[in-house]
């Protein structure tokens, strides 16, 4: 082997190491690129289990909170049964109250009606009495007798109007205005009227 053999050699080895390393720091740089990817995935992965930890537990304490609610929920049903039962109950009472009221009401009413009525009755036949009560009298000039002795006419229609054609209205008014003491005229001509009216009825 010469000198200028050996010398071939060693620039080819040397420009095969050259390339080499070259190589070698390139894949170097990969590596190192892949590590920082690694470590920088590598703390995501922590941060990503360190949530997935937390939602794991606030799942726990959500089914807790569930069951919690499930429980109330079945307690506060347990305990509106018997007080919807108890509901129905006093609805079916108040109702059967309300119906045994409502005749004990009508009652009462029809009562005061009859009593009402009864008074008036008792007004008119007070006020006829005392008419009847100048149907004599002893001076028969007095123009008070005299118009006694019309309204005593007029009362006799009245009675003939109350007897057949249901008339206690109009006697009513007329007792009314009598005992109110208005103006002789008004009561002259409210019996006149109600008298046109009775002999009306009466020729129909």
């Not at 050259?18 to 995501?44: P, R, S």
Request: hydrophobic share 35%.
């Amino acid at each position: 082997m010469t000198y200028g053999h050996l010398e071939g050699l060693t620039n080819k080895w040397s420009l095969e190491l050259e390339e080499q390393e070259d190589y070698f720091l390139h894949q170097m740089t990969k590596v190192n690129d892949w590590d920082c990817a690694l470590i920088e995935n590598g703390e995501k992965i922590t941060i990503l289990h360190k949530e997935v930890e937390k939602v794991k537990l606030d799942q726990k304490r959500l089914e807790v909170e569930l069951d919690f609610i499930l429980s109330q929920q079945k307690e506060l049903e347990d305990l509106l049964t018997p007080l919807e039962e108890s509901m129905k109950d006093q609805s079916r009472l108040v109702y059967l109250q309300h119906a045994d009221v409502e005749p004990e009401k009508i009652y009462k009413l029809a009562e005061n009606i009859d009593t009402q009525l009864k008074g008036i009755s008792q007004d008119r036949k007070d006020t006829i009495d005392h008419l009847d009560s100048f149907e004599n009298p002893a001076d028969t000039t007095d123009p008070l007798q005299q118009i006694c002795k019309i309204l005593n006419a007029h009362v006799n229609s009245l009675q003939w109007i109350d007897q057949n054609t249901g008339g206690s209205l109009f006697v009513c008014q007329a007792l009314c205005i009598a005992r109110r003491k208005c103006d002789i005229s008004q009561v002259v001509c409210f019996m006149t009227t109600l008298t046109l009216e009775s002999s009306c009825r009466s020729v129909a």
